[in-house]
Each structure stands twice: as C-alpha cells, then as structure tokens.
C-alpha cells in the first residue's frame, strides 16, 4: 500500500454523488434474483461481472435498470443499502448523502413505501452502528415524463420528513433540465432542495439551465463547465459545488483518459469540485479508488486531496456546526 493511499484512508470523507441502485455486485445481484424467483440470463457472478462493459452512459442505462428488477421487496432495498454502507465504513465514509430512483421501481409495481423504507431503515441503521450520517435525495428520471415526475412526487410526500432535496439523472442527451421546470417548482414549494446532473455528456447550457430554471443547489457532474467561461466564473463566485465522478467519467468515455479529467483545472479556477463514486459497483471502485486514480493522474498533492476532502463536507447538505465538526476531523487527520 503507497503512502498516498494510506493517506486517502486516513481522511475521513463525505460522499455527496452515489446512486444506491448503482452499489449492487453481482453477488447481490443473484442472491436476490434467487430469494425472489427471478432467472438471470447470466450463468454465474463472474459472467455477470465480465458483462459490466459499457459503450456510452445509454449503454450502462440499459444494463443498470435491467438488474435492478431483482429488487422486489422493502427487505431487498435494506439489504443494498447495508451493503453498500459497509463499503462505506471501510472508505473511511463518515457522511453519504445517497440518491435513490424510485421510478425504476414503481414501474414495475414496487411500492413507494417499500422502496424508501428499505433504503432509510439502512441509512438509520447505518447511523446507530456505523456512525455514517446521511440526506436521502429521491432522484427523478428525465426519459420519463414530467407528468410521472408529478406521480413520483405526490407519492413521496408522506415520506417528505426522510428526503433532503430532490435530483435528476438519467440520459441527458434530449432530455434538458427545462422539460422538468414546473416538477422542481412544485419539489421546492414543498420544501426539498435540488441537484441535478448537467454536463456529463450534455452542454453547459445543460447547466445554466439546471441553475437558474431548476435552481439547483449542486450540480452532479458538470464536465462541461469550464467550455463557459462564464459559467465557471458564476461557479466559483456562488460557490456551487460539482459533484465529480472520476471513475465513472472514464468507464462511460466521457474522458478518454484519466489525465484527461478537468478535476484539477476545476479547482485551479476556483470551483468548488468534490470526488465521488456514481455508481461504483459498475464502473470500477468505491470512493478511495476515485481519489486514488484521480490523485495519481493528475499529481495531486496532499494539500490539494485534503481540500477536495473538505469541499465535499462544505458542499454537503449537513448544518453548519456539523460541518465544522467534520472539518475540524479532516484537519486532524491530516495532521494540520
């Protein structure tokens, strides 16, 4: 194990961009399939594994929602999300603020309830044993319509004391933010802050929509960003957070490279830029291996990897004391 990598361990972090449907490995995957009397078309964990190979983010789509049909019941979602939280634990996680796509589920006759329930009884379990605090943000699908985005909401409403804000993720080719403008206006009158994915595949037009239609607190990728020179200058003077996925921006060759990654340019323009994993049963690595390849990419000195550490705690949608409290950890980790 290099130096640095024992450093990244060390550091305590936030996880600010995670999709929990995006956390189940194959194991999972026929462990479930088999409590719940689904056949998978692939003969076993390995096969399935060497299936995760993807051309473009469509192309993963296709896949992601597939395997998720194997997730029937509240218990399946406590299970995928324990899962995950024990990753957490070992990444040194001790903030995660998980989105959920409810919509994958309810389509195919998955309650709400079932799916929220799954998912925050983990999270609060997760908080009791694991020490892992967390915001729940509930995701809508932009290859579905507005109208089911209003379904999905109505149906979230009881559960609206469990949810922190609300996304949008799915395919951004054809789907900009404006198609859900009046979804977000009803989201925020209820209370819910908003993030949404801009700029992985799309323009930064994607964004300035994103932020002044959607009035999006983070925005989940933002590749593109720093195409506007505008737009980075608005970035980094309202300090709006991008939340980066180094190792899913390589899997799904939106980078061809990992040198090729605009982390380090983002900070040196004065955005405020986290390190994530998406989806990271799929795309290689958990958190710590983002930071790893990243940092190893693009040189990136201690000083730098602490700031990325403390901008995903200042970007995160904790109080203030309890990000202070965190920061204060960080600094102590790090020896400062």
Same mark, same amino acid.
């Given at each position: 194990?290099?130096?640095?990598?024992?450093?990244?361990?060390?550091?305590?972090?936030?996880?600010?961009?995670?999709?929990?449907?995006?956390?189940?490995?194959?194991?999972?995957?026929?462990?479930?399939?088999?409590?719940?009397?689904?056949?998978?078309?692939?003969?076993?964990?390995?096969?399935?594994?060497?299936?995760?190979?993807?051309?473009?983010?469509?192309?993963?789509?296709?896949?992601?929602?597939?395997?998720?049909?194997?997730?029937?019941?509240?218990?399946?979602?406590?299970?995928?999300?324990?899962?995950?939280?024990?990753?957490?634990?070992?990444?040194?996680?001790?903030?995660?603020?998980?989105?959920?796509?409810?919509?994958?589920?309810?389509?195919?006759?998955?309650?709400?309830?079932?799916?929220?329930?799954?998912?925050?009884?983990?999270?609060?379990?997760?908080?009791?044993?694991?020490?892992?605090?967390?915001?729940?943000?509930?995701?809508?699908?932009?290859?579905?319509?507005?109208?089911?985005?209003?379904?999905?909401?109505?149906?979230?409403?009881?559960?609206?004391?469990? !949810?922190?804000?609300?996304?949008?993720? %799915?395919? =951004?080719?054809? #789907?900009?933010? &404006?198609?859900?403008?009046?979804? /977000?206006? @009803?989201?925020?009158?209820?209370?819910?802050?908003?993030?949404?994915?801009?700029?992985?595949?799309?323009?930064?037009?994607?964004?300035?929509?994103?932020?002044?239609?959607?009035?999006?607190?983070?925005?989940?990728?933002?590749?593109?960003?720093?195409?506007?020179?505008?737009?980075?200058?608005?970035?980094?003077?309202?300090?709006?957070?991008?939340?980066?996925?180094?190792?899913?921006?390589?899997?799904?060759?939106?980078?061809?490279?990992?040198?090729?990654?605009?982390?380090?340019?983002?900070?040196?323009?004065?955005?405020?830029?986290?390190?994530?994993?998406?989806?990271?049963?799929?795309?290689?690595?958990?958190?710590?291996?983002?930071?790893?390849?990243?940092?190893?990419?693009?040189?990136?000195?201690?000083?730098? !990897?602490?700031?990325?550490?403390?901008? %995903?705690? =200042?970007?995160? #949608?904790?109080? &203030?004391?309890?990000?202070?409290? /965190?920061? @204060?950890?960080?600094?102590?980790?790090?020896?400062?």
């Amino acid at each position: 194990m290099t130096d640095l990598y024992k450093f990244i361990r060390s550091l305590p972090k936030a996880e600010l961009h995670l999709h929990i449907e995006g956390t189940m490995e194959p194991e999972l995957i026929f462990l479930l399939a088999e409590r719940n009397g689904i056949e998978l078309k692939y003969n076993s964990v390995e096969a399935l594994r060497n299936a995760y190979h993807f051309d473009d983010l469509q192309d993963f789509l296709d896949f992601y929602y597939e395997a998720g049909s194997v997730l029937l019941r509240e218990q399946d979602f406590y299970d995928l999300t324990w899962a995950y939280l024990l990753k957490a634990k070992e990444n040194n996680i001790v903030h995660t603020e998980v989105m959920f796509d409810p919509q994958t589920h309810t389509s195919r006759g998955v309650p709400f309830s079932a799916v929220i329930g799954g998912i925050y009884r983990a999270l609060a379990d997760g908080y009791e044993q694991l020490g892992i605090s967390f915001r729940l943000i509930l995701s809508f699908l932009r290859h579905l319509s507005e109208e089911d985005g209003f379904k999905t909401l109505a149906e979230a409403a009881p559960f609206q004391g469990w !949810i922190t804000a609300v996304g949008l993720d %799915s395919s =951004e080719r054809n #789907f900009p933010p &404006d198609l859900f403008a009046n979804l /977000f206006d @009803k989201a925020q009158e209820m209370g819910f802050l908003t993030v949404v994915h801009a700029g992985e595949e799309g323009p930064p037009e994607n964004i300035w929509a994103a932020l002044d239609l959607l009035k999006a607190s983070r925005i989940d990728h933002g590749n593109s960003a720093l195409e506007d020179p505008d737009l980075v200058d608005v970035l980094g003077i309202y300090e709006i957070p991008l939340t980066s996925c180094p190792l899913s921006n390589l899997r799904l060759k939106v980078i061809q490279k990992m040198e090729d990654h605009p982390l380090k340019e983002m900070m040196d323009r004065g955005i405020k830029v986290t390190v994530n994993s998406d989806d990271p049963a799929y795309f290689g690595g958990y958190l710590n291996d983002n930071f790893i390849a990243v940092a190893d990419a693009l040189q990136l000195s201690k000083e730098e !990897i602490v700031q990325l550490v403390k901008n %995903s705690f =200042e970007a995160s #949608f904790i109080s &203030d004391g309890e990000k202070r409290t /965190f920061l @204060k950890k960080v600094e102590e980790a790090a020896g400062i």
